[in-house]
């Protein structure tokens, strides 16, 4: 034989057993991780559509102690009377406007006299109940689309708030403290409701102050997050019973899940509640020829009395997942000729540091803060001396608001970020004391009065606010997610789009938005 000949066939034969070796050692893990994708990749889905749908409930529940608190400070400070009708719903009126899910407020003392509002089709009902000594008579208006009162008239009424499940847990702590979903007296729908008590200088009495939410209301907003058209939310009690919303010829009402309608519901119950009732495992059913995926969150954690169901049927998720199943094939195969191929991009699809969110721990805010001060303003980065007060002037400016609003609509068009308020550009601390709120509360709520104003209350979501002590003083840290959708700052009839340039946000005119927002992956 031809040496030559010989050479190419050991070549060849080399070759060979080097292609058999490289795809030993690569498609076989890829198909492994392939098997594994699927339930991965589910998981994962589901374990981020119930985290949303209770992040939706804590973000309103957030919302309403903050503005509880508010209300509170009026009952202390003797602004708040129930004496004079007509006064006290108008001071009332705009808190709903405010909290969008809230459906009633009440206030109520230990001597059983309450005062109550609510939503109506019309427009608004209030009721002032009191003892009149033969008996507790409830004096009722009807507030017209104006706020202007429409009927009037008293009758007889057997309600006594003492009795409601509010009043007493509201006295026995020092707290806000959120009932279990239970029936309102007065409309018979199901609700839970937030309150809090102080006490009434004037006479020395105990005063409960109540907000109502509607589980109705609440069951739409968690169905606005629904992963996917075909998935299924729904909501239920410790005790095995399913919520069923309001409709045209059913009351909303907790029943027991072996009397719903759902086949898919009983069994995805009964297999999760056999599993001791793990918010932490997600489990998957068989049904009608498709397998369904299956989380569960406590709305309270530490109670875990009510509970949030997310179910989304595997074709949907993996529909989601198609692209990244198909990237994973193709970097297996063609790691066979380029074996650094697949560490290269499992890097940079991987292994890309996220900047936006990793200098700030909730475990050391204080040491945290500190480092993010001596790095200096960056693409993630930007410092604000004040939240609402020009320092040259002393007055409260809305310059100065828009100033630092830009900035986190920066941080939400581009790659998320961090804005530290009360620092000033060169690093020193002045603190979130030269804006004079009264309290941190106040800040708290002036803050996303402002987010809500000029962003939008449904971007709140990839904000979260923290207030820190630092040396005798108080930052604001405003940490920004990336935004999955383009968001505008709003200055009257005007709307800006900013990104981050390095350390700074720039404006883009109109040409420059769409085209950003058109490649913006």
């Not at 998720?317 to 697949?342: C, D, M, P």
């Not at 200098?359 to 790095?375: C, L, M, N, Q, Y």
Request: aromatic share 10%; net charge negative.
């Amino acid at each position: 034989m031809p040496k030559k000949t010989w050479t190419s066939r050991r070549i060849a034969r080399d070759i060979i057993i080097l292609l058999v070796v490289l795809s030993t050692a690569v498609i076989a893990p890829v198909a492994y991780l392939a098997s594994q994708a699927r339930q991965d990749i589910s998981e994962q889905f589901i374990h981020n559509a119930t985290g949303q749908a209770v992040g939706q409930f804590l973000a309103m529940s957030g919302s309403m102690e903050a503005t509880l608190g508010l209300v509170r400070d009026w009952g202390s400070t003797e602004a708040l009377s129930t004496a004079k009708t007509e006064v006290i719903t108008r001071m009332l009126f705009p808190i709903f406007g405010r909290e969008k899910l809230l459906d009633g407020i009440s206030i109520a003392d230990i001597e059983g006299n309450s005062f109550h509002i609510f939503h109506t089709e019309e427009g608004y009902r209030s009721s002032r109940v009191k003892d009149s000594g033969k008996g507790r008579i409830s004096e009722v208006t009807f507030w017209d689309e104006d706020l202007q009162p429409a009927e009037q008239y008293s009758t007889n009424t057997v309600y006594d708030p003492r009795n409601r499940p509010w009043f007493a847990p509201a006295l026995a702590k020092d707290e806000i403290v959120w009932t279990d979903p239970y029936k309102f007296f007065t409309t018979g729908d199901i609700g839970i409701t937030a309150s809090i008590s102080y006490l009434r200088k004037k006479d020395d009495m105990q005063v409960v102050i109540a907000f109502d939410v509607l589980v109705d209301d609440l069951f739409k907003e968690m169905h606005l997050l629904a992963p996917s058209d075909n998935s299924l939310i729904y909501i239920f009690r410790r005790d095995a019973s399913l919520y069923v919303p309001k409709s045209e010829n059913i009351q909303a009402a907790f029943v027991p899940i072996g009397d719903t309608g759902s086949d898919l519901i009983r069994k995805v119950h009964s297999n999760w509640f056999g599993d001791q009732q793990d918010s932490g495992r997600v489990i998957s059913v068989m049904h009608e020829g498709q397998l369904w995926w299956c989380g569960f969150r406590p709305l309270d954690p530490d109670r875990k009395t009510t509970w949030i169901a997310v179910m989304v049927p595997e074709r949907d998720i993996l529909g989601h997942a198609g692209q990244r199943s198909k990237r994973l094939w193709f970097i297996g195969f063609a790691s066979i000729l380029i074996a650094t191929g697949l560490a290269v991009w499992m890097v940079r699809r991987y292994g890309r540091p996220n900047d936006a969110t990793a200098t700030f721990d909730r475990e050391d805010p204080e040491g945290s803060v500190e480092k993010i001060i001596a790095a200096g303003e960056s693409r993630y980065v930007e410092f604000k001396s004040t939240m609402r007060m020009n320092l040259h002037t002393q007055k409260p400016g809305k310059e100065i608001e828009m100033a630092w609003m830009k900035g986190v609509a920066g941080f939400l068009n581009t790659d998320g970020g961090i804005l530290l308020i009360g620092v000033t550009d060169d690093g020193e601390i002045t603190g979130l004391e030269r804006d004079v709120f009264e309290n941190e509360d106040k800040c708290r709520l002036h803050f996303k009065n402002l987010i809500s104003k000029h962003i939008g209350a449904d971007l709140s979501k990839y904000i979260r606010f923290i207030i820190v002590p630092m040396v005798g003083k108080t930052i604001g840290v405003v940490r920004c997610d990336r935004a999955s959708e383009p968001v505008f700052v709003k200055d009257g009839n005007k709307e800006h789009f900013y990104i981050r340039n390095g350390p700074s946000s720039d404006e883009l005119p109109v040409s420059q938005a769409l085209n950003y927002i058109k490649h913006r992956e």
